[in-house]
């Protein structure tokens, strides 16, 4: 799935004067190249360079121009012991240190955050002062799922913006096609948070650049979030988001210059890996808003889409729900989720499947090069039997080897 609009260039980012939105390029040949844009005070064209640009009322530039790693960079990278941290206080199975099993494991303890930062990419930081409006139609513009929050009061980043929080407030505030959603037109992003969070507020989950690649995954599920902020603590500033997606396609590329684990052979039925039971799913002529009523509901990412005979034909995932903002169309709801796919009709290769008796070599290769967070597992005649996420995959390769039990299905 993706946007109907590609993502903008820093060019377009300094024309939007709406929102205070930081958009910059990691080119660390040319950091002069940094962007700010903000509704005040008004884009004369300059752009500032971090030396010079030292505004309290804003989160900092990244100055990830140390970390530019490479293949061989990384494969330079000296193993060590496990990072300073979390996972010093927990006890994995110490036999996974030298067995084949743990290959995988032992080589994301060796490998730091910043091995996968590349070296040019895009960052859209929001202020929460910013109205929640403005931030879903900034996020379709720059192509991004998601964007750390920065507290001015506080002086730092507070937490994710993500394709979650649209959902939440459709679910929460939409009554019908006639009513507008106030809600969503006018509240701040500090409002929503307010309200949506009622005094719950948790620390912003994110890791430091230093922090070992196993960190990073173990924690992505233990603490069930799709999204993990690189920040340097020194700093504060943000150098990346780290996915699932992102990890696993790192670990993919120097798969085979490792041994290869005997469970690597093995498949799905026989690695019990994946979800497949209760499987929720919605039909052609399910109203979007049901779907979206599901996904708050059952805390899930993506439902298949399944035709009257049950076979399989599409799947509507969360990262779907951004195209009524892209289209604004958010204020009717009740159209079918076929209508609310139309947008993708020209491009759409069709629903990536799987099936239990598969080994998971070649499950990793499929998810890694369709660049999907998920296949959907089917029998014979088509019709869904499970789900397996990028979550599920990871934690097989690298958190069960160190005798880490997944504790619950992972929410964005």
């Not at 799922?145 to 913006?161: C, D, H, I, N, T």
């Not at 599901?294 to 993506?302: K, L, Y």
Request: glycine share 4%; proline share 7%.
């Amino acid at each position: 799935s993706g946007l109907s609009s590609s993502p903008s260039t820093p060019t377009q980012v300094t024309k939007q004067h709406t929102f205070p939105l930081e958009s910059y390029k990691h080119e660390p040949e040319r950091l002069e190249n940094r962007i700010y844009a903000s509704s005040s005070p008004p884009d004369t064209g300059q752009r500032f360079c971090p030396s010079s640009f030292q505004s309290p009322t804003r989160p900092p530039l990244a100055s990830p121009t140390h970390y530019a790693p490479s293949k061989a960079a990384a494969l330079a990278a000296a193993p060590g012991p496990a990072e300073a941290g979390m996972l010093e206080k927990l006890e994995f199975e110490d036999e996974a240190e030298d067995s084949e099993s743990g290959v995988y494991m032992r080589f994301m303890r060796s490998h730091k955050c910043y091995d996968i930062v590349p070296t040019s990419s895009k960052l859209v930081v929001f202020d929460t002062t910013l109205q929640v409006k403005k931030a879903f139609f900034a996020l379709v513009a720059n192509g991004v799922r998601a964007a750390p929050l920065w507290e001015s009061k506080k002086q730092s980043f507070v937490g994710m913006l993500t394709i979650t929080d649209f959902i939440n407030i459709l679910h929460r505030y939409y009554k019908s096609p006639m009513v507008q959603i106030y809600e969503l037109e006018e509240h701040k992003i500090e409002t929503w948070r307010e309200l949506y969070l009622q005094e719950t507020f948790k620390p912003l989950v994110n890791i430091s650049p230093d922090a070992s690649l196993f960190d990073a995954v173990y924690s992505l599920i233990k603490n069930k979030i799709h999204r993990l902020p690189v920040i340097d603590p020194v700093s504060g500033n943000a150098l990346y988001i780290l996915t699932h997606k992102r990890i696993l396609k790192f670990l993919q590329l120097f798969m085979s210059d490792m041994p290869k684990p005997a469970f690597m052979k093995q498949n799905l039925d026989e690695l019990g890996i994946g979800t497949y039971h209760n499987i929720a799913f919605i039909h052609p002529d399910t109203p979007i808003i049901k779907a979206l009523n599901i996904f708050v509901e059952r805390r899930i990412s993506a439902l298949p889409v399944v035709d009257e005979s049950g076979k399989v034909v599409d799947i509507y995932s969360k990262f779907d729900v951004i195209n009524l903002a892209a289209e604004k169309t958010y204020n009717n709801l009740d159209i079918t989720v076929t209508q609310a796919l139309q947008h993708r009709s020209q491009y759409f290769e069709g629903v990536v499947k799987c099936n239990k008796l598969e080994i998971l070599e070649t499950i990793v290769d499929r998810i890694v090069r369709a660049e999907v967070h998920r296949l959907v597992v089917v029998n014979e005649a088509d019709s869904i039997v499970g789900i397996i996420s990028l979550s599920d995959i990871l934690q097989a390769l690298i958190l069960t080897p160190a005798g880490a039990k997944q504790k619950e299905t992972e929410t964005e």
